[in-house]
């Protein structure tokens, strides 16, 4: 081959690369009516990301491109057009594999970095050992298909999947695939749905007011809701049904908001909806009727110097609040914050109300 014709080939394939990757690009940065959404499959997803708080966003900022993770994207966009041409799948039996969960939680971080850093210091950051792996908890309640529901509700398996009976005495169960293991159990999307009808995201309107939000925040529709492991569906928390509560047999005020409603689904009470039981927080005594939100603060559910949000203000018995065991991780705390009641400190409760009445 001479050197004119080299070239010219060169010149070629120069020409063909640069309208394959331009008009790749291009398609990438479509309007996705004109692109992902002409999939049947897809149009549905794409209407709902055009309400969403998120519309202003790429669909590839979050889904990614055929080529943004090498062979395994490529892999994957070809398994869609297989399945698109295969077996004519419906819209709603197109899931999301744990795997992509996580790798979805991945790009959320990169906007939502300080949520990120709150989730990775609270409890929710919990992995796959810390839940499944714990002997001493292991040993009074032994694993079973409930336990994904709220640690693992994107797992792809089952309980008999991910893990094995103890073999000796410790009572340790055994991850099957110890890949797993890191894997955190409570991702973003547990809690966030990023399709969710919703509104932009409100800037301030005054520089000097970084609180004053143009919209009106109290009807502002919430963003967290509840992905339902059995069914596969997602509801808004707002939507969630709201659990009556018992204390002895008498009902219980629980606070009415979105966020009370989601934490309920996992922190919740045994049949008789009994306050205390199970893994129910439901606030009773002083604090009946009081939010989640009021004392955990969202992503961290950090509740370290929450007190001083009402108090002292609302205490006068001239007690320091913050120096009480308020504890609930031992449910006999004589002070737990759950359920603390005038009674907890004061024995003699008609002593302190008239006390209270001199002191106003």
């Known amino acids: 081959m001479n050197l004119k014709r080299f070239l010219l080939v060169l010149v070629v394939l120069f020409i063909g690369l640069t309208f394959l990757f331009g008009g790749y690009s291009q398609w990438n940065s479509a309007n996705p009516e004109k692109t992902c959404a002409s999939c049947h ?109 709220c640690h693992g509700m ?77 069914s596969k569906q997602i509801i808004r928390a707002d939507k969630l049904m709201k659990v009556e509560m018992k204390d002895d047999g008498k009902p219980v005020k629980v606070a009415d908001d979105a966020a009370t409603r989601l934490c309920q689904q996992c922190h919740s009470p045994n049949f008789a909806h009994q306050t205390g039981s199970q893994d129910d927080r439901t606030p009773t005594g002083v604090h009946e009727g009081i939010s989640c939100n009021a004392c955990h603060s969202p992503h961290s559910n950090d509740a370290r110097n929450s007190c001083k949000n009402c108090h002292p203000a609302l205490s006068n018995c001239g007690l320091d609040v913050a120096k009480m065991n308020t504890t609930y991780l031992d449910i006999n705390s004589p002070n737990n914050i759950h359920s603390v009641s005038c009674k907890s400190c004061h024995k003699n409760v008609e002593e302190l109300r008239e006390k209270i009445k001199k002191s106003v």
Not at 49 to 78: D, F, M, P, Y
Not at 165 to 194: E, F, R
Request: charged share 25%; hydrophobic share 30%.
């Open 154 to 230: 994107f797992y792809d398996g089952n309980i008999k999947t991910l893990l094995q009976k103890p073999s000796n005495a410790d009572g340790v169960w055994k991850l099957k695939d110890m890949n797993q293991a890191t894997n955190p159990t409570i991702p973003c999307l547990s809690c966030h749905y990023m399709h969710a009808n919703n509104e932009l995201l409100g800037r301030p309107s005054r520089l000097d007011q970084p609180n004053a939000i143009s919209y009106d925040r109290a009807n502002r529709k919430p963003s967290i809701s509840w992905y339902v492991r059995d």
């Open 41 to 149: 499959e897809i149009s549905p997803s794409a209407g709902e990301w055009q309400l969403s708080a998120h519309r202003e966003i790429g669909c590839i900022e979050c889904h990614g491109t055929a080529i943004s993770n090498g062979i395994h994207s490529l892999k994957e966009k070809a398994n869609m057009v297989f399945t698109h041409w295969g077996d004519g799948k419906r819209h709603d039996e197109i899931r999301m594999t744990e795997q992509q969960v996580l790798e979805l939680s991945e790009r959320c971080i990169k906007c939502h970095q300080s949520e990120y850093k709150k989730w990775l210091s609270g409890g929710h950051s919990a992995n796959y050992a810390d839940i499944f792996m714990n002997g001493k908890h292991n040993l009074e309640e032994a694993p079973y298909w409930a336990c994904l529901r």
